[in-house]
């Protein structure tokens, strides 16, 4: 196991450089200044040959990007075209944030799809069970953003129980309203796959053996079938995981959250391009180290899995 | 060529589907015969009854500068299926275009594209959505585009798959033996085999196309005000959510379920197609 994740982190330098190659290049060939961006068109071109230099923008692209390669083997991710400030502090600083809301969306998203995947499994082809599959379909139908409003209206200006926005210097009743509007659409998308899964692994003989010896029910479902159900759950939840840590555009826009989504999105509009490149390897990073783990928890969900493996 | 029946006859005798494809087609007629449909303008203010709460006589409210909300939200849908659906057929054609020769002629040409794909699909897609209208400037024709262009790998991805398996069939190996032009089994034998599975990815990708034009618009990278889009109302209803919530709700509701719609209808298609998911059903 120890060699194979080894193997797995070994694999992921080239697939991260080939991330900053891509973005670099895809960046690089967007038309446009990004120091007329900063100065505006109508600054002394003196001026902006000056802040080009300072910025080694005059440098030719494999120039540029060498010199960027260096910096990331020092550890470093440059420095804002506007605030001067080193990305990697910037990161460092929005990243947990961002970890926090995509943790709490993420664990909201297995109670309540596992609760409903589970409980429409059981109890299929009964009014449960299409209460349940309606309440997937909507919540994969609804906007984020539009959701995130509806929740903010209901429980901040109707009901007046939680706060509308901000981060309140990291107080949980803040994570509550940006967590359940960025996990809502995990949670059905998790309850649909809980319930065929469960479905799938129902039929099976062994189920049949345990019910036959004797089992409750209720332990049939729990310890045999929900368990061996759970791998396409784990993986589905952690793909969602990996992508909000990627930071997530319009909740953190709605609920004024400081994350890494918005940070990019900023640096895409201002075309920031070291704060752009940053982001993006972080959150390509971030996305290969959760699929690792996802990985290797199914050895111990299922230990078929390990023993093929090794 | 039965396989279409085979959809047909599935949407028909699934209930939610077929209600889906009536929400739609609603849709599509109201919102095409938007001019004749309802009596307002979306863009003529009337600040006598600005933000008026949802009457007889407006439906749906009025908005900040007393627009109809209803005609706005008829005109914006109106917008959002069109760029959706130029969107989806762009990156269908694109897609099954590349996924066929990938899947087909296979080699280097095969690799390359598969590394490009792999590569759309690997970029988070709102940001890379955002930053082509960045690049290109706010507008209809950029968030076509940006949609396109993020869109076309899955269907890509999807059809190379399915040309690899169809190329090893016996049927396409007759064909072969029977002096059958390249292309001519590409197009006659294909093409036509991957079509059912591609109508269902296009149906559900519609959907998500929608989702993705109204959030551009609801960052105010799509569409910009005053033209009508459902994505920028909902927007422009965030500043008045106390004093006017009905100008959030109701675009949001009309996107909400137009995506139910879509996606509904993509599901029944799937499930009509997959024979092991309906093995499951039956059980």
Redesign the interface.
Known sequence: MKSYIVKRLLLAIPTLWGVTLVTFLLMKSIPGDPVIGMVGERADPAVISQMRRNLGLDKPLAVQYVRYMGLLCRGELGRSHYTNRPVAQSIAEKFPNTLRLAAAAVIIAILVGLTLGMVAAVWRDTFLDRLCSLTASLGIATPVFWLALLLVMLFSYALGWLPASGMGGGLPVFLVLPALSLGTRSAAYLARITRSSMLEVMTLDYLRTARAKGLAEWGVTMRHAARNALIPVVTLAGLDFGSYLNGSVLTETIFGWNGIGRFAMEAIMKRDYPVILGTVLVGAAAFIVVNLIVDVSYAFIDPRVGSARR | MSRFAELWHGLRRNRAAAISLLVVLVCCVVSVAAPWVTPYHPLRCDLESARSAPSLRHPFGTDELGRDILTRVIYGARTSLAIAGAATCIAVFIGTALGMAAGYVRGRLDLTLTSVTD?TL???S??LA??IT??MGPGPYTVLLALAFVGWASFARLVRGLAISIAETDYVRAAVAGGCSRSRVLFMHVLPNCLPLVIVAASLRF?AFI?GE??LS??GLGLRPPTPSL?SM??L??DF??AA?WM??FP??V???L??SF??IGDAFRDQLDPR?RL?QQ?
């Open positions: 590569l690997a970029f988070p709102l940001l955002i930053g960045v690049v959907g989702l109204s959030a609801f960052l994505g909902v927007n209803g965030r959510m106390r919530p959030t709700v949001g509701a996107i909400a379920l995506i139910l996606n509904t998911l499951t059980n």
